[in-house]
């Protein structure tokens, strides 16, 4: 199993960034998928999950109405449009599988909120 992030890095506040995850070695359009992120100094905390087909996603409170998670099953993505940022959401974000009980990361990708 292979997860790769790409997509971060220094917006203002009030930008947008679009994350994606590239996966590979599973079959993933079977799989829940998940973003995490891990600000300095705090634990890491679930951003958004969707379902196998897409059609069910679930968000943190505090990115509700403004990041939105999605998949594409043919390409074995799922991407993390993130609007009205804050710097509050200044993080590692992460990709995640639950693969037979084992979970599998990629090596993150950093989010800066700054102006």
């Known amino acids: 199993v292979q997860i790769m992030e790409s997509g971060g890095g220094l917006v203002q506040p009030g930008g947008s960034l679009r994350l994606s995850c590239a996966a590979s070695?599973?079959?993933?359009?079977?799989?829940?998928m998940n973003w995490y992120r891990q600000a300095p100094g705090k634990e890491r905390e679930l951003v958004a999950s969707?379902?196998?087909?897409?059609?069910?996603?679930d968000y943190l409170d505090s990115v509700k109405g403004r990041f939105t998670i999605s998949r594409d099953n043919a390409k074995a993505t799922v991407s993390l449009q993130m609007n009205s940022l804050k710097p509050e959401d200044t993080a590692v974000y992460y990709c995640?599988?639950?693969?037979?009980?084992?979970?599998?990361w990629g090596q993150g990708t950093q989010v800066t909120v700054s102006s």
């Open positions: 070695g599973f079959t993933f359009s079977m799989y829940d």
């Open positions: 995640k599988v639950r693969r037979r009980g084992a979970d599998y």
């Open positions: 969707i379902s196998p087909g897409g059609v069910i996603t």
